[in-house]
């Protein structure tokens, strides 16, 4: 019997878990620089918070959750995504009441949904998100939007593209529903069954329908736009402004309508124009979800977040050609010639790790050869060799492997030598 990684998922192995540790480092120090603390939320919610928060009548919870009853009998659901998660702990830890407003939060970790497998679409994968919650300031919607610039940017993307669009408020959606209630409904028939469901539920979804994407009336649909209140229509001019003031370049899409059913006012998407990324080019998504917060049980506070997957990221930064700075770190590699000289270097390997030296040697007892081998591919920036006359004269020759020069050095210097050169 033999056994595979479950369909939709992948095993990250040294050699490209570098990658992640190195993107997952630019992230940790941007949070910092724009101050979004980290929260850690469970793996799993009650299944209620994502039909409530994300939506009923969304793919997400219609089609992709991983569903299941505990032995207590309580219906559970591993995350889709973590918005509703973090709003549900913000409410529950009463944060609305923290004195510095607003609360500034982000997080990394595995989302879960059940999605047709391709490349860029897995059933896990790891988003960073942040949120913003406890402010309403047109100029937070656009630090939201420069921070997520900035990860790409800070990990050496070029070729992106934001694009940004306003829901407006409840007015605006509702006279656009309206609108687009007199537009599809003479025709539905001629629409997916999921699209007739959608008719009166929620038609904006229709808008994000792949299947019928190329039916005559997507394209004539009313635009949300066009129905944004004076209010609605001045808050997204005031997102547009900033913009304009960090320089950050912007298309604006009246059709971007996101899949999640939280959103109002600002929403945006980055993608990549990449050429070579393939059929899935949004990297990452969000956008403001005023409500949100008082319909999972708190009070009447605004937010607004953005999430990315780093297996996107990554893809992307694949397609661009650019590597990333992921070196290994070797100090030292430890060369040793028989039984004597081992017990020397397991002695020494353990006194320069302490010293914070990234530090290997052999342990499959190798020919001298071979061990250098070893020391040249893990690119140790130098090697000792020990052997007989090394313990006799109680120093050891320290070489420097990309210059090839050699110093010998007394055991007893040997930490304080590689300390000043590293
Ligand atoms: P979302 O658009 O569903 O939004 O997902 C955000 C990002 O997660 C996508 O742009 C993509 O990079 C990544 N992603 C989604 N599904 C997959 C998948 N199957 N495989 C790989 N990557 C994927 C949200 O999740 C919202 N919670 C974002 C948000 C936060 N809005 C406000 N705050």
Redesign the pocket.
């Known amino acids: 019997m033999s056994f595979k990684v479950p369909r939709g998922t992948q095993d990250i192995l040294p050699g490209q878990s570098e990658k992640w540790q190195k993107v997952e480092a630019i992230i940790r120090d941007i949070c910092r620089v724009y101050r979004y603390n980290e929260i850690r939320t469970p793996i799993f919610e009650q299944t209620d918070l994502f039909a409530r928060g994300v939506g009923e009548t969304t793919d ?1 919870v219609q089609k992709e959750m991983y569903t299941f009853e505990d032995r207590g009998g309580r219906s559970l659901t591993l995350r889709p ?3 509703a998660g973090v709003v549900r702990a913000y409410v529950e830890h009463k944060m609305f009441g923290a004195p510095d407003q607003p609360v500034k939060l982000s997080y990394l970790g595995p989302m879960f ?1 059940y ?1 047709r497998q391709q490349a ?4 896990q ?1 790891v ?1 960073f ?1 942040v ?1 913003a919650i406890g402010s309403a300031d047109p100029a937070i919607d656009a630090e939201v939007i420069a921070l997520a610039m900035d990860v790409y940017e800070s990990a050496g993307l070029k070729d992106l593209k934001l694009v940004i669009n306003s829901l407006g408020d409840k007015e605006t959606r509702d006279t656009h529903r309206t609108a687009l209630l007199q537009h599809f409904e003479p025709h539905i028939h001629e629409f997916c069954s999921d699209c007739q469901n959608r008719l009166h539920k929620n038609p904006l979804r229709i808008l994000d329908c792949k299947v019928d994407r190329e039916h005559p009336l997507m394209q004539t649909a009313p635009a949300l736009t066009d129905f944004l209140t004076e209010e609605s229509a001045t808050y997204f001019a005031q997102v547009k402004t900033y913009l304009d003031t960090l320089g950050i370049t912007y298309e604006v899409d009246p059709n971007l309508v ?3 059913d939280y959103y109002n006012h600002t929403t945006f ?1 980055i993608m990549s124009s990449a050429s070579g990324f393939g059929a899935i080019t ?6 403001r ?1 005023n409500g949100l917060v008082q319909e999972i049980g708190g009070p009447d506070v605004p937010g ?6 780093i ?2 990221l990554l893809l992307a930064l694949e397609a661009e050609g650019v590597e990333l700075d992921t070196a290994s770190g070797l100090d030292v590699y430890i060369i040793a010639m028989g039984d004597e000289a081992k017990q020397k270097a397991v002695e020494l390997t353990s006194t320069f790790r302490a010293k914070g030296l990234a530090t290997e040697m052999d342990y499959l007892d190798r020919k001298m050869k071979a061990q250098m081998k070893s020391a040249d591919r893990l690119g140790a920036k130098y090697t000792i060799v020990l052997g007989e006359t090394e313990l006799e004269e109680q120093q050891a020759a320290v070489k420097h492997m990309e210059s090839g020069e050699q110093h010998k050095v007394a055991f007893s210097e040997l930490v304080n030598y590689l300390s000043q050169q590293s």
């Open positions: 997400v995504e973590n918005t949904r999605e860029g679409r897995y059933r994968f988003q998100g949120e996101r899949g999640l998407e949004t990297l990452c998504g969000g956008g979800y607004i977040g953005f999430a990315l997957s297996e996107r």
